[in-house]
């Protein structure tokens, strides 16, 4: 009975684990320019510090810095070498 409880607690756990605690769906990451009525949010660059670079993980990090500076558009300037950076700007159209 109490190893039941463990392995329920563990896989309640676990499928809590995989859900993302923000949503970046509403940020926008592209190279095209905003339009004239956005307002630029500043700038905002991403690094890996590994060379083995998990973009997907990279792109969440460029949108989390994007929400913390109350962004909703990101115009990518430069991917570093092999992908391991993002630099780009910040834009709040909406």
Do not use: W
């Not at 320019?33 to 083995?52: N, W, Y």
């Not at 993980?57 to 092999?82: F, S």
């Amino acid at each position: 009975m109490r190893n039941t409880c463990y392995i329920i607690l563990i896989l309640a756990l676990s499928g809590c684990a995989s859900k993302p605690f923000i949503d970046h769906d509403d940020i926008k990451v592209t190279r095209d320019e905003p339009s004239k009525s956005c307002k630029d949010m500043g700038a905002i660059e991403v690094r890996s510090i590994s060379l083995k670079v998990d973009e997907k993980k990279l792109l969440e990090e460029l949108k989390t810095e994007a929400r913390k500076k109350g962004a909703d558009y990101v115009k990518v300037d430069t991917l570093g070498a092999q992908n391991t950076a993002i630099r780009g700007q910040a834009y709040n159209c909406n």
